[in-house]
């Protein structure tokens, strides 16, 4: 749920997950396992960083 939003909401504003990364200051490989697990465990930091970097 979570991963399939964040990699649609990337690719629609054609952004790189690694250029995302850096954006947010948190590991590549932390949004490539958000992507690809695809469920709703995820740190609540983390999301708020999400959504404020995608102003959503």
């Known amino acids: 749920m979570i991963g399939t939003t964040l990699k649609k909401l990337l690719d629609e ?3 790189k ?3 995302f990364a850096r954006q ?3 590991p590549a490989q932390t949004l490539y396992s958000i992507i ?3 469920n709703m465990k ?3 930091e983390l999301l708020l960083r999400i959504c404020d970097a995608l102003h959503v």
């Open 13 to 15: 504003r054609e952004i």
């Open 17 to 19: 997950v690694n250029e």
């Open 24 to 26: 947010i200051h948190v």
């Open 36 to 38: 690809r697990r695809d």
């Open 42 to 44: 995820i740190d609540f």
